[in-house]
């Protein structure tokens, strides 16, 4: 803002922000430890961090109903904690969390070291966790995604630090690659920042990129060394394609992102030759791109947009400390906010006026999935769960990872001969389809599996079925 100190109504917007985050934030924490699905990919990423540990194939080969289309690094991670816990997805849940913590704190330092003064920093930062509480589901879910952004956040704080140094190089360029093998879409910050120093630091700009592409190539021979196939083989996992996918994630990005977009592009056309205002023009123009370019995919989820929500948030702070008279100011913060209150009011529960949803957060569905678990966890033999965090907690060993293997067949890399056998043999002592599920192995398969089991009870968890 153009004064030295925000007026007290942009305090005042600062505050009841840090509020509304900070109620978010403790549900989040108290559900922490809840044995409730938040998430399909909760129980893929346990049964993956658990192979890990154990020793077991975390790549199987191409006749396995287990499908890793993810690097590897998240798994050691998350279950080197889940040992301690005892719990892979509580402990995956833990990391997300603390992620978030990293990638907050991030977007402060960045903002400070780009010049911008602390209410506003603290603003941008309370922008992008309002956002990821009221339009995502992503703030302590058991999923790799926000570990990565910390990662290359850490990178960008290493490398903006003086001096810029080939030892400084050489780290910033590790994080990015270590980033880039816990989740392998975050790559739009190494590529802005890079791009952003071929402007003014070409030569730290050509280091960066020798260094990345160094260790980007050492970790692709170290995979193939440990795991004895290509990384890239498994991230081009097969995937159905669709604009209709491309054209409803970006619909549901656009009211968390347009005032922010809307504000930079302002903040481009008035100071587009500040250094650090390029640097976020070239980091939300990359974030997008890349971003809606993934969208279109099959099980595509928001976290793709990640990169341009932390840019968007960066560009929030040099908005209100470049741009933004102190007189409208309080007037623009509220239009910011606004949308944040808007989506966790159209999102949330219908109980959220009510004590219980605060004080005991899904204790209805944390005694509804305990029965659930227990229904999978009796029934002798291996079971099928499309929330596989139910097989997870049942004790149950991974078989079928549902989505992956319904994008095979769906796009004619797998044939359904096998699963058709098995669901005649009744290898499967109970199968779990989730509520909206229609069919989700195909025709077919879904045939096969109304002839030889009956449907033993439905629930808010789903449908569960045994052997007729």
Same mark, same amino acid.
């Given at each position: ?102 990638? #907050?704190?991030?977007? =402060? $330092? /960045? &903002? ?7 209410? @506003?920093?603290? %603003? *941008? !930062? ?45 780290? #910033?360029?590790?994080? =990015? $690659? /270590? &980033? ?7 790559? @739009?910050?190494? %590529? *802005? !920042? ?51 996918? /491309? ?222």
């Amino acid at each position: 803002m153009s004064g030295s100190r925000a007026p007290r109504t942009f305090d005042l917007a600062v505050i009841g922000t840090a509020l509304f985050c900070a109620l978010g934030l403790w549900r989040v924490a108290a559900i922490l430890g809840l044995h409730v699905p938040l998430d399909p990919n909760e129980g893929w990423n346990a049964y993956h961090a658990a192979a890990a540990m154990a020793g077991g194939p975390l790549y199987p080969g191409p006749h396995s109903y287990m499908i890793n289309n993810y690097p590897p690094l998240s798994f050691y991670v998350v279950g080197a904690l889940g040992r301690l816990f005892g719990d892979d997805i509580v402990a995956g849940r833990l990391v997300s969390l603390l992620s978030l913590a990293v990638v #907050a704190y991030g977007i =402060f $330092a /960045l &903002a400070l070291h780009m010049g911008a003064k602390r209410p @506003a920093a603290a %603003l *941008a !930062v309370l922008w992008f966790v309002g956002g990821m509480l009221a339009f995502t589901d992503y703030v302590g879910m058991d999923d790799p995604q926000l570990l990565a952004h910390a990662i290359t956040i850490g990178g960008v704080l290493l490398l903006l630090r003086a001096p810029r140094d080939a030892p400084r190089i050489a780290g #910033a360029a590790l994080l =990015f $690659a /270590l &980033a880039a093998f816990v989740k392998h879409n975050v790559i @739009a910050l190494p %590529l *802005a !920042v890079t791009a952003w120093l071929a402007i003014y630091d070409r030569r730290s700009a050509l280091r960066l990129a020798a260094f990345g592409a160094f260790a980007l190539l050492a970790g692709l021979v170290l995979f193939h060394a440990i795991y004895g196939s290509s990384l890239l083989s498994h991230l081009v996992s097969a995937r159905t394609y669709s604009l209709a996918n /491309l054209r409803d994630g970006f619909e549901a990005w656009l009211p968390w992102s347009f005032v922010p977009l809307a504000g930079l592009t302002a903040l481009g056309i008035r100071y587009g030759a500040d250094r650090y205002v390029r640097f976020c023009l070239i980091y939300a123009a990359i974030g997008i791109v890349l971003g809606v370019s993934f969208l279109g995919g099959a099980g595509v989820d928001a976290n793709v947009m990640f990169d341009a929500d932390i840019a968007l948030a960066i560009s929030v702070a040099l908005l209100f400390d470049r741009f933004m008279p102190d007189a409208v100011a309080p007037f623009a913060a509220a239009c910011l906010v606004l949308p944040l209150v808007a989506g966790a009011w159209a999102n949330a529960d219908g109980d959220w006026s009510r004590a219980s949803y605060w004080l005991h957060p899904m204790r209805d569905e944390a005694a509804l999935a305990r029965q659930d678990i227990a229904f999978v966890a009796a029934r002798r033999g291996p079971a099928l769960c499309q929330m596989m965090s139910f097989c997870y907690w049942a004790h149950k060993p991974a078989t079928v990872d549902v989505f992956n293997t319904g994008e095979q067949l769906k796009t004619g890399v797998r044939s359904d001969a096998q699963l058709i056998a098995m669901m005649a043999s009744r290898r499967f002592s109970v199968i779990q389809i989730d509520p909206d599920a229609t069919e989700p192995l195909g025709v077919r398969v879904g045939a096969a599996m109304a002839r030889h089991y009956r449907l033993d009870h439905t629930d808010d968890n789903g449908a569960f079925y045994v052997p007729r």
